[in-house]
């Protein structure tokens, strides 16, 4: 592709030679002849005039380059437009394999791809021009919307509603029991029927190994644009809104509503039935055990506002110190309080 074709398809100004072909992209220090590559970041800047790429995305501020640029705003976000262009995903063609299982009711939109051994149960619906790669399991009456993209292996349960151009990665479960027991006179635990279901809302992408679990009762919901790393458990009844980022071994208890535009960072723990405003940031290794106000940033576990953490881990490291200087200060007191009674 021409840089000129590009630069108007990423909606970038061009700067410099136009005609340059461009067939991929790649770092700055892994780019080849005929590769573009961008600076997301001024301290990469220093391994710019080093690169072979052929053209650089650079910001509106960052000072000139001897290579073709485009320039953008955003080079990270015009970046990920260009990989979506330089390398398109391949799918599998539409069709049904020989081997897949299709229940009583089964409705297919067009251009649907069913991968091999893949089980779809009674009453399900699979929207258009979405795949399944071999070894999914769609469970009975649940909905598979528009565009979606279900690697192999993961599984849908019964009941589970799944909006347009959703992607799930391998392992996931969606529609597991939730944890619910109530204990009896006996001191033994009696399940409790997890009947309610879940909704995933368009435009979610879901990393490989996530646990969704169905509400006790109503639904569990994923809001749209919400996009979840690997190794995730969402507990039963949990609402997330909408644009959360919800990054590995993040652990959500039941009934927690989270907040549009929400960041819980890596192994987050939030306990259950507490509400986290809009655009929060919950700092890694957090654990939340009370209501989080909008725009809350909290650290530490118990989570605190990470200003007050950060103080506290700077004076942490100097905790021995200061307590050989109380201890010495101590002693130093009760000499003087023991020659002051001796008088």
């Known amino acids: 592709m021409r840089l000129r074709d590009l630069a108007e398809a990423l909606s970038c100004q061009l700067v410099g030679q136009g005609e340059v072909q461009i067939r991929g992209v790649a770092s700055l220090r892994e780019a080849k002849e005929g590769e573009l590559s961008f600076v997301a970041d001024a301290r990469h800047l220093k391994y710019l005039e080093g690169t072979q790429a052929s053209a650089i995305i650079l910001s509106l ?198 907040g549009n535009r929400v960041t819980l960072a890596g192994q987050v723990g939030i306990i259950g039935h507490l509400e986290i405003g809009d655009d929060c940031i919950v700092g890694s290794q957090s654990g939340v055990r009370e209501n989080l106000n909008p725009a809350s940033i909290v650290m530490g576990s118990p989570a605190i506002p990470h200003n007050l953490f950060r103080r506290m881990a700077v004076s942490l490291p100097k905790l021995p110190e200061l307590i050989r200087t109380i201890r010495a200060l101590e002693k130093r007191i009760h000499e003087l309080e023991e020659r002051a009674s001796s008088r």
């Open 61 to 258: 501020q960052d000072p000139p380059s001897t290579k073709p640029t485009l320039r953008t705003d955003n080079p990270y976000l015009a970046f990920a437009k260009a990989l979506h262009l330089l390398h398109p995903q391949a799918l599998p063609p539409p069709g049904v394999h020989p081997t897949a299982v299709l229940e009583e009711g089964v409705e297919l939109g067009e251009g649907v791809s069913i991968g091999a051994f893949t089980f779809i149960g009674k009453e399900s619906m699979i929207g258009d021009h979405s795949v399944l790669f071999p070894q999914v399991y769609v469970g009975l009456g649940s909905h598979i919307g528009k565009g979606c993209l279900l690697y192999p292996q993961v599984m849908v349960r019964e009941g589970v509603w799944i909006g347009d151009r959703v992607i799930i990665h391998s392992g996931t479960i969606l529609g597991s029991d939730g944890f619910g027991y109530a204990k009896d006179k006996e001191g033994h635990y009696q399940k409790i029927p997890q009947i309610g279901g879940v909704c995933v809302e368009d435009d979610v992408e879901i990393g490989a190994n996530v646990a969704i679990d169905r509400a006790t009762l109503g639904q569990t919901r994923v809001g749209r644009g919400t996009k979840i790393d690997n190794l995730v458990q969402i507990a039963h009844n949990v609402q997330i809104g909408q644009d959360a980022i919800i990054i590995s071994q993040v652990g959500i208890a039941g009934s927690t509503k989270i």
